[in-house]
């Protein structure tokens, strides 16, 4: 059983469209985040919630907007997307325990043409 | 505003032998420091977690060093085997929750 899963594993679209990402963790936790990484394979947080609530939204342009229904479930949703929204999106989770420890899906290679 | 650096970008070594990738981060006001794998078109395994308080910590063929006061981390990998051949990432936690990334080691072990 996946942990953490994301759909779709790919996503070919074209500029200007609007696309959304989905996740989905079993373990029961409290955090979920979004991550970027670029062509560069430099890993960036976007976003994180904490029991659907938004925590760290870092310099992410408006286009993107994370959304919670519950505290399994973090979607990133894009709208009107650039050349530059390009990238590996991962999504992760982790437990407010004490350790941190921070479980990945495995991404969405998204490539918009 | 933290910076992970790790050194170096890119190595290849041959099968069975020991190595050391490095990790160095220039705000040493962190939880704790991870180690991860990466492998191609997957997502990220968690390797080794040393919390802030630690000094080392130890999985299998794997050892990790933390000294906080120097802002600097080391993944050592003994009897390397081809099946390590991956990107290893180091990450720092901070307040928040927020993983710092370095921008990883790509290991390459020749049989």
């Known amino acids: 059983d996946t942990a953490v899963s994301q759909t779709p594993k790919y996503l070919v679209t074209q500029m200007g469209n609007d696309k959304s990402i989905k996740c989905e963790q079993n373990l029961g936790h409290d955090t979920m985040y979004w991550y970027k990484q670029d062509s560069k394979k430099f890993l960036k947080i976007m976003f994180s919630y904490n029991n659907k609530e938004l925590i760290i939204n870092e310099t992410v342009p408006n286009r993107f907007s994370p959304k919670s229904p519950d505290k399994a479930h973090l979607n990133l949703h894009i709208n009107s997307l650039e050349l530059g929204d390009s990238a590996v999106y991962f999504c992760?989770?982790?437990?407010?325990?004490?350790?941190?420890?921070?479980?990945f899906g495995a991404g969405t290679r998204l490539s918009v043409l | 505003k933290q910076e992970v650096t790790q050194i170096p970008a890119a190595l290849s070594v041959p099968e069975g032998e020991n190595l050391v990738l490095n990790c160095s981060f220039t705000d040493s006001a962190i939880y704790n420091l991870q180690w991860f794998r990466q492998d191609p078109g997957k997502g990220l395994t968690s390797l080794l977690l040393?919390?802030?308080?630690?000094r080392e910590q130890t999985s299998g063929r794997l050892n990790a060093s933390l000294d906080k006061s120097s802002g600097r981390s080391t993944l050592y990998i003994a009897a390397s085997q081809p099946g390590d051949s991956a990107t290893y990432l180091c990450?720092?936690?901070?307040?928040?929750?927020?993983?710092?990334f370095g921008q990883g080691t790509r290991l390459t072990i020749n049989p």
């Open positions: 040393i919390q802030s308080s630690q």
């Open positions: 990450a720092v936690l901070q307040g928040a929750q927020k993983l710092v």
């Open positions: 992760a989770s982790s437990q407010n325990d004490g350790s941190y420890i921070q479980y």
